[in-house]
DNA sequence: CTGAAAGCGCTTACAG
DNA sequence: CTGAAAGCGCTTACAG
């Protein structure tokens, strides 16, 4: 594999430049080159300057797999995402990816993305990733089955999931503040007088969207005004799909929309059918994503500090490697109303 | 690290199986079980299959770090993305990541994304996964200075550059058909009785910008119509910031947008100005992205087949692993046309 | 068809 | 402050 050539002059030059050929050229051993390399204690601060310099010189490049095969750790996190969830308009999640990859660059780790089609998911098969060792722990991005988490949580590995958690015990995730941000947003839209509230989402599609229903649920109890069965409207079937809206009979004055693709749909849908948004009625959304500035007028909506999820994601699981009995649970982190102009105020 | 366990019954129960302890329970040596696991000549089928059995049983994990140090390859490829491209509203990176992620777990690979900070393209700093051996190659998707394309041409890696390329010698890249899908789009336009056609995008802001200004101005030049200056409309600045949309006195009858998001731009630019898309212009974009679904009318516009590129930009990775010698120059990747409602015929 | 030996490039005790 | 020895878990010749 790594072949010798032969340099100006006739010298030979490796191509593949090793601790021993440092420790060579300087009459040293390789225990003090990679001593002085990783700046640990027992060589004098001289010869470390000196050391690192000539490395510097002959391009010495570090071997992580050498690393990894004494330390067993692999400094690769991997980051599944399941397929479906990857559709060209659903950025979200590589979106996250973006972000875990840069907040785990600064651990020194990688993050490796796998993308788990239906078929593995459904069989239980675990990642190549996993069962070659190439990574030390997973993040996993997003809803998938009870079963695939029960085949998950048997590895020893750590696991942190993230934006999705079950009922199932001993998972730590990491999620937005779903309960709280629809609960802020529809306090504000009660705020702004209005009373006739519908809430737009399948309620039993995702857990998330259950946790939105209920802190509007919360705000509308709060009020002491009446949920209105009517008022709850699906956007999707059971298994995620969209469909279309149902404007109920006795219009509302808002509606809270589970994510802002919807709220762009229902706009749009509203528009056609000559009602005006924010004046003859209130929408708001929740992600803050691309829909949001897309819709005319733009989007009041809730922004998911993804990057500080990101960034607790990572924390949790470079503390469960060293401490892999650590535990979790669920934490929630807070996301911020993004004030914009599709709320008008009612007399 | 790796702790041994006491099982129930008090069995000793290793936590991390080797080749070793396969070879042990069965009473044949380490080289016959790495020989029947990766199916090689030398072992009879009936061991073969009671090894493989055996390593099930026992859990066994492949460790790639120690095939690592042998072959000297990682089995990873480097993915790197400005950091430039990667707003939240631009996935067209993230969604050719996704691709590749793909594509290379077909060859046993996997995709290590690095985003490439603005600081570290300017100082020519390498990806850390560069210098510690954790990847066999790149592929670098985008735009990125001289200077760092000069750096990374340097190293022994093999080397891809994706929907990107300079004049700077020896490089390979795979490339939408940029200049043919925007000639192709103007042809359409013209046959459909356009004559006064305008491009909009700055041509000096990057080489597929220009490419397509090339394609269009070549269905120009083959039709015997005049390039007209001011039909050539400024879409950015030379960084790439987003400009006002200049529409020039004589009106056009059709547009050629260098992308969809300038064309969804120029559309609702167009209509609150009481133009009306595509019964006073048309307007054509590129792409094939979000952007194109979302304008009204929906977008007639230029797909880029991304899942084409991503296959043949890892096929040159794994042939350029293999013989590194090997050169590919450019290779240009065709498009379709997708025909939706915003084009309108002339008489 | 099977296996003993050597080596990939590091790091971790341990000895001096 | 410095280094010899052993080992991480594989694979590659080579010998039988």
């Known amino acids: 594999m790594f072949g010798e050539c032969t340099g100006i002059g006739g010298i030979i030059v490796k191509s593949n430049v090793t601790m021993r050929d440092i420790a060579d050229k300087l009459g040293v051993s390789s225990v003090t080159v990679s001593k002085a390399l990783n700046d640990k204690e027992g060589v004098s601060d001289e010869l470390k300057e ?3 310099i000539v490395a510097a010189d002959m391009g010495y490049r570090f071997n992580t797999h050498a690393r990894s095969m004494k330390e067993g750790l692999s400094y690769n996190l991997g980051i599944v995402i399941p397929e479906r969830f990857t559709g060209s308009t659903q950025a979200f999640y590589l979106q996250f990816y973006q972000l875990l990859s840069k907040v785990l660059d600064s651990f020194h780790y990688s993050g490796i ?3 788990l089609s239906q078929e593995d998911e459904d069989q239980l ?8 060792k190439k ?8 809803q998938i089955g009870k079963e695939y988490v029960k085949q998950i949580q048997k590895i020893e590995s750590p ?6 958690y079950t009922d ?3 998972i730590d995730s990491v999620l937005s503040d779903n309960f709280y941000g629809v609960y802020e947003v529809t306090n504000y839209l ?18 998330s969207i259950q946790d939105r229903f209920l802190g509007y649920y919360k705000s509308l109890l709060e009020h002491r005004i009446d949920l209105n069965h009517q008022y709850v409207i699906k956007d999707r079937d059971d298994l995620g799909k969209y469909i279309d809206i149902d404007v109920p009979q006795d219009m509302p004055t808002a509606f809270v929309c589970n994510n802002d693709e919807v709220a762009y749909n229902l706009i749009n849908m509203l528009q056609k059918s000559g009602i005006s948004v924010p ?3 209130s929408v708001v959304g929740f992600d803050n994503s691309i829909y949001s500035t897309l819709t005319d007028p733009p989007l009041t909506t809730v922004e998911v500090d993804m990057e500080e999820m990101s960034k607790v994601a990572v924390k949790f699981i470079m503390e469960k490697l060293n401490n892999p009995q650590k535990k979790y649970g669920r934490t929630f982190i807070k996301g911020n109303i993004v004030f914009r102009d599709s709320v008008k105020p009612i007399k």
Chains 1, 2 share one sequence.
């Open 113 to 115: 993305l796998h993308i």
């Open 159 to 164: 696991v942190i999931f993230l934006d999705f």
């Open 190 to 207: 009660i705020r702004n007088g209005h009373r006739k509230i519908a809430f737009v989402g399948n309620i039993h599609a995702t857990s």
């Open 168 to 170: 199932q015990n001993e």
């Open 50 to 52: 000196k050391i690192k």
């Open 135 to 142: 990574v030390d722990g997973f993040i996993i991005l997003g």
């Open 279 to 281: 004046d003859d009625c």
């Open 125 to 132: 098969v675990l990642p190549r990733i996993y069962n070659e």
